[in-house]
């Protein structure tokens, strides 16, 4: 049994709600503070550009498909059995198990996608998955229920007129990502975590620390300064603020780099039952495209996906082939700066519109794999901002440059963190209760690394052409 702590958790995302409840299950006292309202809201997305976080969204991909990442298939497999569970114990669908189509840039299956399959074999897991042209795995899938879900989409200008090959993933599908939220929200409060929420009482402004009279020229947090001035004691801070991170503590500008991934939707009325009942979950699955260069200038538009419709009627595409940043002047106490800036993100207000090349990507998306789309304006875009890590693994460890393990960090969702929504706290909390003695099989890939090489596109800086300034 270890040491009970006063704990508190800045930023009530899907990192920090899934700690929150893991801490207080361990015997630790929580508060949880949220510059949002999410207690008012129920964490449903915003109608206009009031704020962004990444967690609030209608829907996420859920997918265990991770090319060579055996880890990362793992634990989706992990977390996919809790989410069942977690479906009886709301009694309502937050996962939902709709199937995935990973959609070939060619006729034939590429690298990535043979590297997946390898995995899944290797973990008996193939069964999950039907290869379009396969026969055994047609019949199959016309046995288990599926087969109307391996769609043909043309292959455009081709002259053999060959379609795409693909994949489809039976245990994928997506998670109601806000619904989940509020879940967790709810589940939290039930076990005993605090809340404190809104622009003043919830928002952070500092830490507060002394000098550690256990470790020379560092200091130990000893708690939180939020906005309306008032100072909260605690014996351990955990940073959870997601694309905002950086500016909260900028000890961690070296691992992470915040950046916009780029949505649009159709909305479908419910009148029109055709497509209705054409984009349900129950007929559509969710569907990815990397795709291979084919946009007038020869470029390659990069990944694209698109999940079933959701019960509002909204259609949702997403661009994630160019992650745009957002470089601005660093500020002095940033651990690092590249040519003295760093990516942020912008203002919500100015998330509204998405770029050009994220535009011509989403309607060639369209124009092969939703044709009923093709000549309709979209409902709404925006830039989502993800807070992409040196290598896409997450962070979540003990701050080294605060002393006697008094802040902790659960971060770096990398555009992919959702789904483990219901076992990222059992693992971050066996870090935070065990340190380097912790069992988890991630911590290696989570742990505190500026020994690392900053890969994942984080070495290209405010030159780099993914930088707004330097777009055309
Ligand atoms: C475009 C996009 C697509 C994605 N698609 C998928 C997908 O298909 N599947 C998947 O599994 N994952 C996906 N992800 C990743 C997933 O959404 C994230 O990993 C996850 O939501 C991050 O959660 P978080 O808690 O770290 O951050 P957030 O959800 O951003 O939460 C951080 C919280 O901190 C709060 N905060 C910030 N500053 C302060 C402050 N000063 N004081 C108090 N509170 C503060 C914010 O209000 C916010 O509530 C996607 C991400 C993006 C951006």
């Known amino acids: 049994m270890t040491e009970s702590k006063n704990v508190i958790v800045v930023g009530a995302g899907i990192f920090g709600l899934s700690l929150a409840v893991a801490l207080r299950k361990k015997g630790h006292s929580i508060t949880v503070f949220d510059k949002q309202v999410y207690h008012e809201t129920g964490y449903q997305p915003p109608e206009n550009d009031e704020f962004q976080a990444a967690s609030v969204d209608h829907n996420k991909i859920f997918r265990a498909s991770y090319g060579s990442k055996l880890h990362y298939q793992r634990l989706a497999y992990e977390s ?29 299956l590429g690298a990535l996608e043979k590297e997946t399959l ?5 973990d008996g897991l193939r069964p999950s998955q039907f290869i379009k042209s396969d026969a055994a795995d047609r019949e199959r899938a016309r046995a288990e229920g599926w087969e109307a879900k391996l769609l043909e989409f043309p292959i455009p200008d081709d002259p053999e007129q060959k379609t795409f090959e693909a994949v489809l993933d039976s245990s994928a599908g997506f998670m109601r990502c806000s619904a989940a939220c509020e879940y967790y929200r709810k589940l939290a409060l039930s076990k005993g975590v605090n809340f404190k929420f809104g622009p003043k009482e919830g928002e952070y402004e500092s830490i507060v620390s002394i000098e550690s009279t256990t470790s020379p020229g560092k ?20 940073i959870a603020a997601g694309s905002y991170t950086t500016q909260l503590l900028p000890d961690m500008a070296y691992h992470l780099e915040s950046s916009a991934g780029s949505i649009a939707t159709f909305k479908i009325d419910e009148s029109n039952t055709a497509l209705w009942d054409k984009y349900s979950p129950e007929k559509f699955p969710v569907i990815t495209w990397k795709s291979t260069p084919r946009n007038k200038a020869g ?5 694209v996906y698109v999940l ?12 994630r082939g160019i992650k745009f940043t957002n470089f601005q002047p660093a500020p002095d106490d940033a651990s690092f700066n590249q040519d003295g800036k760093w990516s942020v993100p912008l203002s919500p207000k100015d998330s509204t519109k998405i770029p050009e090349p994220a535009v011509d990507a989403i309607r060639q998306f369209v124009s092969i794999f939703l044709p009923d789309f093709t000549n309709t304006e979209f409902y709404s875009s925006k830039l989502c901002w993800y807070t992409d890590t040196l290598d896409n693994s997450f962070v979540i460890d003990w701050v080294p440059t605060y002393a006697d393990n008094s802040v902790f960090v659960t971060t770096g969702g990398s555009g992919h963190g959702a789904k483990f929504l219901p076992v990222l706290g059992k693992h971050a909390a066996d870090i935070f209760d065990n340190k380097e003695n912790n069992t988890s099989a991630m911590y290696p890939f989570w742990r505190w690394r500026e020994d690392a090489n900053r890969g994942n596109g984080l070495s ?9 300034d330097n777009l055309e």
């Open 80 to 108: 996919r059995d809790e989410w069942l569970r977690i479906n009886k114990d709301a009694g309502s669908d937050l996962f939902v198990d709709s199937g995935m189509l990973r959609v070939q840039p060619t006729s034939e």
């Open 460 to 468: 290209e800086g405010p030159n780099g052409p993914r930088n707004f």
């Open 219 to 238: 200091n130990r947090a000893t708690g939180i300064k939020t906005k309306d001035g008032l100072t909260h004691p605690a014996d351990v801070v955990v």
């Open 118 to 122: 390898t995995n899944m074999e290797r």
């Open 299 to 303: 470029k390659d538009t990069g990944s």
């Open 308 to 319: 079933p419709r959701t019960p509002e009627g909204l259609v949702k595409i997403g661009y």
